[in-house]
């Protein structure tokens, strides 16, 4: 019977480490990405920025959020470090993202800006492009040290019940 226990602290430990391994890597894939909040109107508009290094992240992304969406309402720019406009785009659905290329080192800024006179909550964000090979992986450890937990419960719950029936 306290194999039975330890066995299932162990298979336990391993979907709790799968979880915080999960944590982990959402920690890692948004490091370097700044989000911001606020509300946005025809005379306030949100900013957000931050730094680029063209040589370890020549992508970069930014995403936009829309709380009370309303269609030709917004419009979203990412100007590179001199303030020249890389990219624009109407936002057409309550949830935008888009990728640009980092052509120099620097300070790129996402403007979010509305036409109209009500104050909308808006959450955005710019950063790297993550490393999709870093997420790949971590993901991939995550998920193999949840399924060997769930699994091994499965089997160890099967073999109770199997030997339970023999001894009644």
């Given at each position: ?13 391993f979907i709790v480490s799968g979880l915080v391994v999960s ?78 290329d980092v052509l120099e080192t620097g300070t790129y800024k ?59």
């Amino acid at each position: 019977m306290q194999k039975f226990g330890l066995i299932i602290v162990v298979l336990g430990l391993f979907i709790v480490s799968g979880l915080v391994v999960s944590i982990f890597e959402n920690q890692v894939t948004l490091e370097k990405i700044n989000q911001e909040n606020g509300k946005v109107s025809i005379t306030e508009r949100l900013a957000i920025s931050t730094d680029f290094d063209m040589k370890k992240a020549p992508t970069g992304v930014f995403a936009v959020q829309v709380m009370d969406f309303r269609k030709n309402t917004f419009s979203v720019k990412v100007l590179d470090p001199s303030g020249i406009e890389i990219t624009s785009q109407q936002v057409d659905s309550d949830t935008i993202e888009g990728k640009f290329d980092v052509l120099e080192t620097g300070t790129y800024k996402l403007l979010i800006e509305s036409s109209s006179n009500d104050e909308i909550y808006v959450v955005g964000a710019i950063g790297p492009l993550p490393d999709p090979y870093k997420k790949f992986i971590m993901s991939m450890i995550s998920t193999i040290l949840i399924m060997i937990g769930m699994i091994g419960l499965v089997i160890i719950g099967m073999y109770g019940i199997k030997n339970r029936k023999r001894s009644v």
